[in-house]
């Protein structure tokens, strides 16, 4: 059995409308949602606030100008900042004193943790290098040793040297041991090994003057030996060896000179047999010739002679014996 419909319809006729109960309702409560969520929203920003303003400044230290400073007194400034200081790299320069600080990292004014490390940069002074002694070296060597001191290699020189080999320096301009800028030019001067001296043919000229002009070019003058000459004159050159040459300092020439023409003094003969003088003459080397005096007799002896005895003449020289 189905259970029974209400009825749709509103009240019969002749019947009261029934009432309606009213509902009984109460104040609705404020939310507190709102506010908390503001409130969550300003601790969260004031913490991000603050968080950047600790992280991004109040943990970081300003680092103290220390330039022109040594390492310890830099150092003590930093530690009274709370900083330590380490030495980095040395640095070369121009207006700087060496052992002051020229730079630092991070730099004055700049920021860095608390405790933090600042490295200080400390000055070598100006950036100078000496010119090494380059004697005896060869042109490539020398521009090596040039190109490892930070100097720069200018033009080479060829000058004759007794001592220095052919091909090696014999010093530098500047002279080694000077102080220069780096990339600063040095020359060398560069040996030609010895100076080559011609010789000439004294042969006829004077020995004197032979030995002053080859003395004076720093040959060595010899005299082998002394001669006779009928040709040459006393004093001259005979011989010399080597005739023409081409020789270094201290070499030696050697020379035969003349004494010029042999002498020999013209012996007695008068009253001796014209055989007998003519012998005796012919011995010393002489050319021997006879005519009659002015009182000839035919005796066959010597009245007198021409050159006469005692007189020095030249060894082949005439002799006139007068026959009386």
Do not use: C, H
Not at 205 to 214: G, K, Q
Request: net charge negative; glycine share 12%; no cysteine.
């Amino acid at each position: 059995m189905l259970p029974a419909r209400p009825s749709s319809t509103g009240p019969g006729p002749g019947r009261a409308p029934s009432r309606v109960a009213a509902v009984d309702t109460t104040e609705r409560r404020r939310s507190v949602k709102g506010p908390l969520v503001l409130l969550l929203s300003l601790l969260l920003v004031a913490g991000v606030a603050g968080g950047a303003w600790w992280f991004g400044w109040e943990r970081y230290t300003t680092t103290p100008g220390v330039l022109n400073l040594d390492e310890a007194a830099a150092t003590a400034e930093l530690e009274d900042s709370g900083l330590q200081a380490e030495a980095g790299e040395p640095a070369y320069s121009e207006n700087v004193a060496a052992g002051l600080v020229i730079a630092t990292d991070p730099e004055p004014g700049g920021k860095v943790l608390d405790g933090g490390t600042v490295t200080l940069t400390l000055s070598l002074g100006p950036e100078r290098y000496d010119v090494p002694d380059l004697v005896g070296q060869t042109e490539d060597q020398a521009q090596d040793a040039l190109a490892a001191t930070n100097l720069a290699f200018g033009e080479s020189k060829g000058r004759w040297s007794e001592t220095v080999p052919e091909g090696q320096v014999i010093r530098t301009s500047p002279k080694a041991g000077t102080t220069l800028k780096p990339g600063a030019s040095v020359d060398l001067v560069l040996s030609r090994g010895r100076k080559p001296i011609e010789v000439k043919d004294w042969t006829g000229e004077s020995f004197d003057d032979a030995s002053a002009a080859l003395e004076k070019r720093g040959l060595q003058v010899s005299v082998t030996s002394e001669e006779y000459s009928d040709t040459v004159a006393e004093g001259d050159v005979i011989t010399q060896n080597p005739p023409t040459a081409t020789l270094f300092r201290g070499d030696t020439v050697s020379f035969v000179v003349s004494l010029g023409p042999e002498l020999v003094e013209v012996p007695r003969v008068q009253a001796m047999g014209v055989d007998a003088a003519t012998e005796l003459l012919e011995g010393l080397g002489f050319v021997v010739e006879t005519e009659e005096s002015g009182t000839y007799l035919g005796l066959g002896y010597v009245a007198s002679s021409d050159p006469g005895a005692g007189e020095e003449v030249r060894k082949g020289s005439t002799i006139t014996l007068y026959l009386v």
